[in-house]
T-cell receptor
C-alpha cells in the first residue's frame, strides 16, 4: 500500500513571506497524481494544486507552486507572499490511478500565518 | 452552481447504534467518494460510487455501507457503531470517474459515538 508522509505537523510564517511544506510518498507505480489540499477551520477540503507524475514541469497556481522530485518521491508545496487566509491544515495526497485504490492522504501540516 | 452539501452537520450516537449520513453531490457529478477523518489525521478512503455502483473500497469493515441514488445523491450507513467510529465524515463528488477530474468536498459530518 502506498504511504504519504508529512513530517512537519506545524509550520508558521510571517505574512508576505514564503513557506515550504514537505511531503514524501512511497509507491512502485510510474504514473499517478499528487495533490495538495487545504482544510480551513470550516472543514471543507479545497484543492490547492495538482501534479501529474508523467509531467516533468512543476505545477504552479498563482502564489502556490510545487517542487516535484519523482526519483526522490518528494512533493513539496511553496506558498509565496503568504496571506492571513492561507492559515489552514494542508494535506498532501496521492492517487495511484488504479481501480480499487483512491486518494491516500498524509497526516497534514498546520500552517499559521503571523501578522 | 450548488456545491457539495452534507447532513447533518453534527451527530451524537451511542455505541451499537446505526447511523446514516447524507451527501448531495455537486450538480452534474456522477461520482462520489466517502472519507473518514479521525481527529488529527488525514482523511481515509472508505468507498466510491460511480453511476450507482460501488467502484472501489478502502480498508473498512462491511458494517460501513453506502448507496448512490439516480440523482447522484449518496448515503453512508454505519451499523453497530464503535467508539473508534467517532470522526469527521467527508464526501467528495466529481464530474466523472477519472482521476483527472477534480474532487469537490463537502463540509463534512462530525460523528461522535459515546
Amino acid at each position: 500500500a502506498q504511504t504519504v508522509t508529512q513530517s512537519q505537523p506545524e509550520m508558521s510564517v510571517q505574512e508576505a513571506e514564503t513557506v515550504t511544506l514537505s511531503c514524501t510518498y512511497d509507491t512502485s507505480e510510474s504514473d499517478y497524481y499528487l495533490f495538495w489540499y487545504k482544510q480551513p477551520p470550516s472543514r471543507q477540503m479545497i484543492l490547492v494544486i495538482r501534479q501529474e507524475a508523467y509531467k516533468q514541469q512543476n505545477a504552479t497556481e498563482n502564489r502556490f507552486s510545487v517542487n516535484f522530485q519523482k526519483a526522490a518521491k518528494s512533493f513539496s508545496l511553496k506558498i509565496s507572499d503568504s496571506q492571513l487566509g492561507d492559515a489552514a491544515m494542508y494535506f498532501c495526497a496521492y492517487d495511484p490511478l488504479t481501480y480499487d485504490e483512491k486518494l491516500t492522504f498524509g497526516t497534514g501540516t498546520r500552517l499559521t500565518i503571523i501578522p | 452552481e450548488t456545491g457539495v452539501t452534507q447532513s447533518p452537520t453534527h451527530l451524537i450516537k451511542t455505541r451499537g447504534q446505526q447511523v446514516t449520513l447524507r451527501c448531495s453531490s455537486q450538480s452534474g457529478h456522477n461520482t462520489v467518494s466517502w472519507y473518514q477523518q479521525a481527529l488529527g489525521q488525514g482523511p481515509q478512503f472508505i468507498f466510491q460510487y460511480y453511476r450507482e455502483e460501488e467502484n472501489g473500497r478502502g480498508n473498512f469493515p462491511p458494517r460501513f455501507s453506502g448507496l448512490q441514488f439516480p440523482n447522484y445523491s449518496s448515503e453512508l450507513n454505519v451499523n453497530a457503531l464503535e467508539l473508534d467510529d467517532s470522526a469527521l465524515y467527508l464526501c467528495a463528488s466529481s464530474l466523472e470517474l477519472a482521476s483527472s477530474y477534480e474532487q469537490y468536498f463537502g463540509p463534512g459530518t462530525r460523528l461522535t459515538v459515546t
